[in-house]
């Protein structure tokens, strides 16, 4: 027993041995004042700024639908509901740079271009918003749809039996007991927006303090053979990384 105990640890060290030393090849890499060089072009700051901007408003975006999907998905039984929850991963299993193709193609319709006269998404700001937002909503969703599972249904019931509506329920009661789940689902489709990249460049282009988030900045500096930028912004969203995780944990929620 002992034995076997011991083989998965030493499989366990081993694995994180691996990425620990991925990240101090990486951290290594550059010495820091190329690394304050980095931060201080212009382009970074923008690139930085709009990576902030986005990823905020894409994870807002994705809570408002996870939270009445992940709802739905917990407390009601219907016909075709395993149907329903495999379309809801589609975006999670899709290759990024089929997402962004579908995104657009789908433009390039009569709907789409009928959308488009109200609000330019193709290539602009909104788009890069849109693009984070189709995949960071999966996994939103897949953290709100485990929060409400996990939580007892009996005191809904209870409020319902008191003459409150299912609205009223779900408003008062479940809500409220959801909120830890609330914020690491926004943890977490903020974490992915930010590490979105195969979407935006395909359907938002990576034009330079323009539609430049962090990574396409890291494309775009590798894509010139600067690879000490390249190095130093990966390390920026490292980081952030690290910090969303830190975060999502202190929630009590896995992920």
């Not at 849109?130 to 953290?143: C, E, N, P, Y």
Request: glycine share 6%; aromatic share 10%.
């Amino acid at each position: 027993m002992r034995t076997f105990w011991l083989s998965l640890a030493l499989i366990t060290a081993a694995y994180l041995l691996f990425w620990l030393l991925l990240l101090w090849a990486t951290a290594a890499y550059s010495p820091p004042e190329v690394w304050l060089n980095t931060v201080m072009k212009p382009e970074i700051r923008y690139a930085a700024a709009l990576s902030l901007l986005t990823c905020t408003a894409a994870a807002a975006i994705a809570l408002l639908f996870a939270v009445p999907i992940g709802y739905f998905m917990a407390r009601c039984q219907f016909r075709g509901k395993t149907l329903l929850d495999a379309a809801l991963d589609i975006p999670i299993v899709l290759p990024p740079m089929v997402i962004g193709i579908c995104l657009l193609i789908f433009f390039q319709t009569s709907i789409g271009r009928s959308i488009e006269q109200v609000i330019s998404f193709t290539y602009t700001i909104a788009g890069v918003v849109l693009a984070q937002f189709v995949v960071a909503a999966a996994f939103a969703i897949r953290t709100m749809r485990g929060t409400f599972d996990h939580l007892s249904a009996r005191p809904e019931e209870v409020a319902l039996t008191l003459g409150a509506t299912r609205f009223q329920s779900f408003w008062h009661v479940a809500l409220p007991t959801a909120r830890r789940g609330m914020l690491a689902a926004f943890c977490i489709a903020w974490a992915r927006s930010l590490g979105e990249f195969g979407p935006i460049l395909v359907f938002a282009g990576a034009t330079r303090m323009r539609t430049e988030v962090l990574p396409t900045t890291v494309w775009l500096e590798l894509s010139v053979g600067n690879l000490d930028s390249a190095v130093t912004v990966s390390l920026a969203m490292i980081l952030i990384a690290v910090i969303v995780l830190v975060a999502v944990r202190a929630t009590g929620e896995k992920v």
